[in-house]
């Protein structure tokens, strides 16, 4: 049964750091991309980074360019996302997605969880002093 897990949330001050996991189980996960993605009460979902099955390609939104890094070990079957410089305006659920097929353009550009085949069940996010 294939699953992903997100863990790694939690309250944290603007300007501080954490970093979210997410694991697999149940498929190749080298051969698939990876993206997380957040959603805050009342907003639609946003793609914040993807990475490619490889590694070779990242992307991420202009929001968190220069502050969140994302990056995998696919021998833990582990997508890590760090997230540096926290603001309030980062709080939000975090879930991470598979997708065999797309880039990582195309995956973090998908707004419907029914656009990719496979979601964890989020990690909550809070950035307040």
């Known amino acids: 049964q294939l699953q992903l897990v997100e863990s790694g949330g939690g309250l944290v001050q603007p300007g501080g750091s954490l970093r979210l996991s997410c694991a697999a189980s149940?498929?190749?996960?080298?051969?698939?991309?990876i993206g997380w993605f957040r959603q805050a009460p009342g907003k639609e979902r946003e793609g914040v980074s993807c990475?490619?099955?490889?590694?070779?390609?990242?992307k991420y939104a202009d929001s968190v360019k220069g502050r969140f890094t994302i990056s995998r070990d696919n021998a833990k079957n582990t997508v890590y996302l760090q997230m540096n410089s926290l603001k309030p305006e980062d709080t939000a659920v975090y879930y991470c997605a598979a997708d065999r097929a797309m880039s990582t353009t195309a995956m973090c550009g998908i707004k419907r969880r029914d656009d990719a085949p496979y979601w964890g069940q989020g990690t909550q996010v809070t950035v307040s002093s």
């Open positions: 149940g498929f190749t996960f080298d051969y698939y991309t």
């Open positions: 990475i490619s099955s490889r590694s070779i390609s990242t």
